[in-house]
């Protein structure tokens, strides 16, 4: 059975300063990160030892256990190559189009972004993600890992709002940290996923 693991960051820790500390950036992939890809590969086990006994009562706690790391996983690995020390300015192209299509403007993009990041309840993510049904850019909250998104939803660009991921450098000013993230965005990755997305 194939197992999950912690990929390679595609930078060094200490290529996102001063926007994001080196400090930071290892205890969030090495740590955090590498605690979901761990809980992932625990709960496959435990669900797996579950099957094999024919024990099911623990099944909703195991199934809710398994989604939270496994989202996890997912997002953090999109959050990583989303980023890059050279990223930032916006988009163009048939992605530049489409966000002006489905939100008015590039500034009425960042905005909901930034507000849906910066105003995520507790612990999430603010995503812009492609909606195939009906074919558009959506921006999502995302409450812990899994909650609060449309089902057939594709995250193309994550912005982290958990704590571990700025408090340490921004405190509770999440804002402040949320726009600097607008300077590291890597449209290259970004566009590839919308690419794909389309063409699913």
Do not use: C
């Amino acid at each position: 059975m194939g197992q999950y693991s912690l990929p390679d960051m595609p930078y060094d820790y200490a290529a996102l300063e001063p926007a994001i500390t080196g400090e930071i950036l290892e205890l969030h992939h090495a740590k955090h990160h590498a605690a979901y890809v761990k809980g992932a590969n625990d709960t496959l086990e435990k669900l797996a030892d579950a099957r094999d006994k024919g024990e099911f009562g623990g099944l909703v706690g195991l199934e809710k256990t398994f989604a939270f790391n496994l989202s996890g996983h997912v997002l953090h690995t999109i959050f990583w190559e989303n980023l890059s020390p050279d990223g930032g300015d916006r988009p163009d192209g048939a992605l530049g189009d489409a966000i002006t299509e489905h939100f008015g403007s590039f500034d009425n993009f960042k905005k909901q972004l930034t507000t849906a990041t910066a105003t995520v309840q507790g612990s999430g993510w603010g995503v812009l993600a492609w909606e195939p049904l009906g074919r558009r850019l959506v921006v999502e909250q995302v409450y812990d890992h899994h909650g609060n998104i449309g089902m057939n939803t594709t995250p193309l660009l994550v912005f982290d709002a958990w704590e571990h991921a700025y408090y340490l450098q921004y405190r509770n000013v999440r804002p402040d940290y949320v726009e600097k993230l607008w300077g590291l965005i890597n449209w290259n990755d970004v566009i590839r996923r919308f690419e794909a997305a389309k063409g699913a």
